[in-house]
């Protein structure tokens, strides 16, 4: 009754309990007062007296008040200090998650022939689904793919995880095809992803031996951009649904010439989908303009200036979504 109606009750000398009351016989007088913080209530002090004697005088009563109202302090702190020690176990445990995941990615582009690559993972803060890799396979030519699973968080990062070893594995079985590979994951990962209620969005890019040619295909991701020699940007599309929608998706591979002095750029919305504290976005529009104005900048130079461009429209919104892009520049 006290902690329903929040006010205070005695219980005199004569008081009665149910009989499945766990203070029925053993108390013959009492005091009941409501534990509050900030009028929620957080429980109830009973004191009682188990002999019959005076009832309670009115100082014990303000005592009993008192300890009330630092009993409802003490269980609010102690909850409070609970949710502070699991939210912050939590968030430990994403930024173990998210290092583990950068370390996954590849780190180091400098011994590719006739290639300038360049490649980079820029959380938000937490991990998150994005990830890249680029593999160099027995005949020289160049593996590069990009992918963002649905959502953030560990769920994320633990599936962006099990798409790098089920990648590694199809490569391994000497699978180059873009199109090929994306199938044989989809059929990998489908029914955990169904089950999941998740998907991947993927494109693969394969680059020839004498770097002369691009082999591409696509699920659901953004169009890859392609800047000629002479400027000019184009979008390479490859049709295809995400990974985990359809038991029997087929992706196809396209071809499309690279001249040298051409550039190729992989990259996820989390950098076209940035937001400016007006909500406007950075868009498509701001990749192509940077783009344009880094031509003469290596991989590397071009992605940190785009990202920096990113984070400066940006302002002080924090990143809702990680940041990840990859340059190939053909050099000869």
């Known amino acids: 009754e006290v902690f329903r109606t929040g006010n205070e009750i005695t219980l005199p000398m004569d008081f009665s309990l149910p009989d499945d009351d766990p203070l029925n016989g053993r108390l013959v007088s009492g005091f009941v007062a409501p534990v509050l ?81 360049y490649g980079t993972c820029r959380p938000a803060l937490q991990a998150g689904g994005d990830y890249f890799d680029v593999l160099v396979l027995p005949d020289q030519s160049i593996l590069c793919v990009m992918a963002d699973v649905m959502g953030k968080g560990l769920p ?65 991701h953004l169009a890859s951009l392609l800047q000629k020699s002479e400027g000019e940007i184009l979008q390479i599309y490859g049709a295809g649904m995400p990974v985990g929608i359809f038991h029997d998706s087929v992706y196809a591979s396209y071809s499309t010439p690279f001249l040298p002095g051409d550039r190729l750029l992989l990259y996820t919305d989390g950098i076209v989908e940035a937001s400016a504290a007006d909500g406007s976005m950075f868009e498509l529009e701001g990749v192509k303009g940077c783009l344009a104005r880094s031509r003469p900048l290596s991989s590397r130079g071009t992605i940190d200036k785009m990202l920096n461009e990113v984070a400066l429209f940006s302002g002080k919104e924090a990143p809702s979504d990680d940041r990840t892009a990859v340059l190939i520049s053909r050099t000869n």
């Open 156 to 220: 994320a990062a633990l599936l962006a995880n099990m798409l790098r070893t089920n990648l590694h594995a199809i490569v391994a079985s000497q699978v180059d095809a873009p199109g090929e590979i994306i199938t044989k994951t989809n059929a990998l990962m489908i029914r955990d992803l169904i089950k999941l209620e998740m998907f991947i969005t993927m494109t693969c890019v394969w680059i020839s031996p004498d770097r002369s040619q691009i082999r591409h295909a696509s699920a659901g």
């Open 37 to 117: 913080f900030k009028d929620q209530r957080r429980g109830v002090l009973v004191m009682g007296r188990t002999k019959p004697s005076q009832f309670f005088d009115a100082g014990k009563l303000k005592i009993a008040r008192m300890v009330a109202e630092y009993l409802g302090i003490i269980v609010t702190l102690g909850e409070l200090q609970k949710r502070r020690g699991d939210e912050e176990r939590a968030l430990r445990d994403l930024e173990i998650a998210a290092q583990i995941q950068l370390s996954l990615m590849p780190q180091e582009f400098s011994s590719l022939r006739d290639l300038d690559l």
